[in-house]
């Protein structure tokens, strides 16, 4: 495949969840996350695919965790991108409130000067990776860095990200959300509905039945109103991540885009989660997500 080129180079983590394709396609550099399975260290999407994960998941004699990459993993990419033409770079993480990796893109930067623009998308998954893919559209039109940038904020100040968390043993071992530890014994046996705002993970929602929590994920994406794209995501859940998106359809613009998210996100989610990532319908933005086009899954 083709890889798209400009003058503006546009750079993510692994966290986006971006298909392959859309962002080889679209020229979009992925420096991929670290995931520690039983001491061992794993490159994301790597040597330890997402189904042998989620398999060996419940068994794993500690629990998996993640690392953000080396600062040297970042002074690469930027270093690589300009060598191969590239005027300046703009640099697009997971939200700094729940990784380090958007501050190790900033001391990685520092090096380059101006020529290297970090971005915090206080998102994670699709939620970055719509920002992501906008900015690479805006790039490949060959905008100014001014614009690019716009591109990307014009998709953040529109998505909305919810999840169903099936196991929050997961999501407790984490510690990426403080309020869960105190209320963990309240919240046995239940499903729960969070979602992602201002860079933070917040309570919406507990649901006693895995089917009604996920009609009840349904309700609050058919509540968004129109949408310009819309991601369904899942752990090792594609059967009902499928049913969602069937259902779901008619309230986007272009065919759902359906995405096993990367292990280092179901290392803290755990097994058969599944989320919705949404971009609000904008007259004015001219389609600023990714590129539409048939369904894809991975």
């Given at each position: 495949m083709s890889v798209a080129s400009s003058t503006?180079?546009?750079?993510?983590?692994?966290?986006?969840?971006?298909?392959?394709?859309?962002?080889?396609?679209?020229?979009?550099?992925?420096?991929?996350?670290?995931?520690?399975?039983?001491?061992?260290?794993?490159?994301?999407?790597?040597?330890?695919?997402?189904?042998?994960?989620?398999?060996?998941?419940?068994?794993?004699?500690?629990?998996?965790?993640?690392?953000?990459?080396?600062?040297?993993?970042?002074?690469?990419?930027?270093?690589?991108?300009?060598?191969?033409?590239?005027?300046?770079?703009?640099?697009?993480?997971?939200?700094?409130?729940?990784?380090?990796?958007?501050?190790?893109?900033?001391?990685?930067?520092?090096?380059?000067?101006?020529?290297?623009?970090?971005?915090?998308?206080?998102?994670?998954?699709?939620?970055?990776?719509?920002?992501?893919?906008?900015?690479?559209?805006?790039?490949?039109?060959?905008?100014?860095v001014t614009e690019i940038l716009a591109a990307a904020e014009g998709v953040r100040r529109r998505v909305r990200t919810i999840a169903m968390i099936d196991d929050l043993e997961y999501l407790r071992r984490s510690g990426r959300v403080d309020w869960l530890r105190s209320s963990l014994s309240a919240l046995l046996r239940i499903r729960l509905l969070v979602e992602l705002a201002d860079g933070v993970v917040r309570r919406l929602a507990q649901v006693r039945t895995r089917a009604r929590a996920i009609e009840a994920l349904a309700e609050r994406a058919r509540g968004w109103g129109r949408l310009e794209r819309l991601g369904v995501l899942h752990s090792s859940a594609m059967e009902d991540a499928a049913a969602l998106a069937s259902s779901l359809a008619p309230i986007a613009t272009d065919d759902p885009l359906v995405v096993d998210v990367t292990t280092v996100i179901g290392a803290h989610v755990g097994p058969r989660a599944l989320g919705l990532v949404g971009v609000l319908a904008d007259s004015k933005s001219g389609g600023d997500a990714a590129p539409s086009g048939r369904k894809m899954r991975r």
């Open positions: 503006t180079a546009v750079v993510t983590d692994s966290t986006a969840d971006l298909p392959a394709p859309i962002a080889a396609a679209s020229g979009i550099r992925v420096i991929p996350v670290i995931l520690v399975v039983d001491g061992s260290n794993y490159v994301d999407d790597g040597a330890l695919s997402r189904a042998a994960f989620y398999e060996r998941l419940p068994t794993m004699r500690r629990p998996a965790t993640t690392a953000s990459p080396p600062v040297e993993a970042f002074s690469s990419i930027y270093r690589l991108a300009l060598d191969a033409g590239a005027r300046r770079v703009v640099s697009i993480h997971v939200s700094g409130r729940l990784s380090g990796i958007v501050d190790i893109a900033r001391h990685a930067a520092q090096a380059f000067a101006d020529r290297v623009q970090v971005v915090d998308s206080g998102q994670v998954s699709l939620g970055l990776g719509f920002q992501v893919a906008a900015a690479a559209r805006a790039a490949t039109e060959e905008k100014p």
